[in-house]
Structure formats: C-alpha cells, structure tokens
C-alpha cells in the first residue's frame, strides 16, 4: 500500500543543548501535527520501492541538517543532507519574533499579540518556502509539513 507520509520523528538529542518551556511545547505540538497530517515522499527510496510510511530522524552535525529516512522497521532508506547556510537567518529571525511572541503573551495586548504573531508566520512561510527549494529532486513534500519540519529544524538549534 502507498503510503507516502512520515510515521515517526525523532530528534537528535545530542543535538538539542537547551530549551525552554515554551520551545519544548512548540516542538511537541510540531510532531504532534507532523505525525497527524503530512505529506513525505523521499524521491530515491521511493523509486526503490519504498512507498511509505516512514521513520524520520533530524540531526545537525557541522553546519548541515542530516535527514535519516528508514522505514517502519527501522531499516535505514535514505540520508539527505542539506547545507544550512540559507537557513541562518530565517532561524535567528525565528527565535528573536518568537522570544517577543512569547513575552507579548505575558504582558501584551491582544492587537499587539496579534501583530507579532503575524511576523512570527511570515519568517515561518518563508523559511518553509526555502526548505521546500532546498528538499527539491530529493523530497516531496507540501507547504505544512514543510513548516512543521522548519519548526524541528529550529530546535535543533538553541543554544541557550
């Protein structure tokens, strides 16, 4: 059966040197709605006959972000790795919009969450927009696994 969607994610934890409360819900709720809706089609192992689901696991080691595709049974498919030198900024803006979000919520009004939020998205769709060039010919996937897997990839990078 065709089945090509990510079935289970892992980060590595080796990886992750701190997070706070509010970045461990937001990694929480990005598996969460990875896991519950997505779209992942790893090119090679797919035209080996590998159609799904799969078992994701995301590292960064040296400046690249390591995608190990394997399937239910753990047997490893496929590694993407992808250069994250495009992805610097889109991250620093990311966790500067998202420090702000999270202070607004304490002490901001309504209309001003509001605003931040919308500035939070819009660093979120663009870097989604970059992860989808970056993933092309490799990977197929669409616009919202593209920013769940953004929001991961953004973990892997606090630094406290």
């Not at 006959?49 to 080691?61: F, Q």
């Amino acid at each position: 059966m065709v089945d090509p969607r990510i079935a289970h994610i892992e980060l590595d934890e080796a990886t992750i040197i701190w997070r706070n409360a509010d970045i461990e819900q937001e990694r929480r709720i990005a598996i969460f709605d990875l896991i519950e809706e997505n779209s992942f089609k790893p090119l090679r192992a797919f035209a080996a006959g590998h159609e799904g689901p799969y078992r994701l696991r995301l590292s960064v080691d040296d400046g690249r972000l390591a995608l190990m595709i394997a399937d239910e049974q753990s047997r490893e498919l496929d590694a993407v790795v992808l250069g994250l030198g495009r992805f610097r900024r889109p991250i620093r803006d990311y966790f500067a919009i998202c420090e702000s979000y999270y202070q607004a919520i304490r002490r901001a009004t309504a209309q001003e969450i509001e605003t931040i939020d919308m500035a939070r998205r819009g660093v979120h769709n663009d870097a989604a927009t970059i992860l989808l060039e970056r993933l092309e010919g490799k990977i197929e996937t669409d616009f919202a696994t593209a920013r769940r897997l953004f929001t991961l990839i953004c973990v892997l990078h606090i630094k406290g």
